[in-house]
């Protein structure tokens, strides 16, 4: 069965500091991968997605950036966190392009004071 | 490009009693449809979801139904528990392409013992 990961569950950093969060799928090869930002109490707003290894499409504007490695890894960074960086980063797969079928990971909250 | 409009924001019920949540939705070419539940500091999660050519699905408790007429559809919960209580998203996809969904703002749903 296929499962995805998210790591940290819970990040506090300050303003300015940089961002690392990472994001695995288990048990399916070449997924679609997606970051997605939840602000509190608001809806699901996609920042990135990918198709493939090294392929990155960015849905908005941003402080942030995304890499995809490896074909089961996709990273969220960002250089100097801003306040309005805060929220719930949620990664998502989908099996591939002939699939509807998108699956969330357990999320990072993120806190920047 | 597509929004998706849910209402109500919030909703509170008995137990026993049924819930209906309804979305809104402006792209014409859109053919997916899923409904996820998000509890609190989680991932959401695929409850059930519908494809353009169905007009209704269930599964136990749970229904869809769209009218592709209107661009509307809606998420039935019958004989609702008190586990029944989180937010429920639902989504569309984006034109006739399958890898991007937009996401309605979400509906609290509180079920009282």
């Known amino acids: 069965s296929q499962t995805i990961h998210q790591w940290p569950a819970t990040l506090v950093q300050p303003v300015g500091s940089p961002l690392s969060l990472e994001c695995t799928v288990e048990?399916?090869?070449?997924?679609?991968l997606y970051w997605y930002r939840q602000a509190a109490g608001r809806g699901l707003q996609l920042l990135f997605y990918?198709?493939?290894?090294?392929?990155i499409s960015s849905e908005v504007p941003q402080n942030l950036s995304a890499s995809r490695p490896q074909d089961r890894q996709f990273i969220l960074s960002s250089k100097k966190l801003l306040l309005s960086d805060s929220g719930f980063y949620l990664c998502?797969?989908?099996?591939?392009?002939?699939?509807?079928?998108?699956?969330f990971g357990p999320g990072t909250r993120l806190t920047v004071l | 490009g597509e929004n998706v409009e849910q209402h109500p924001s919030t909703l509170s019920v008995q137990e026993g009693d049924s819930a209906v949540i309804k979305c809104t939705y402006s792209d014409s070419a859109s053919n997916y449809f899923p409904w996820y539940k998000q509890e609190l500091g989680k991932g959401p999660q695929l409850i059930i979801d519908i494809r353009s050519n169905v007009g209704e699905k269930k599964d136990q408790r749970i229904a869809v139904t769209l009218n592709k007429t209107a661009k509307h559809f809606s998420l039935h919960i019958t004989e609702t528990q008190p586990e029944d209580s989180a937010v429920y998203f639902c989504?569309?996809?984006?034109?006739?392409?399958?890898?991007?969904?937009?996401f309605g703002t979400g509906t609290r749903l509180l079920v009282s013992p």
């Open positions: 998502a797969w989908i099996f591939g392009t002939d699939y509807n079928e998108q699956f």
């Open positions: 989504a569309a996809s984006l034109g006739t392409g399958f890898q991007k969904l937009v």
């Open positions: 990918s198709v493939g290894i090294g392929q």
């Open positions: 048990g399916t090869s070449n997924p679609n």
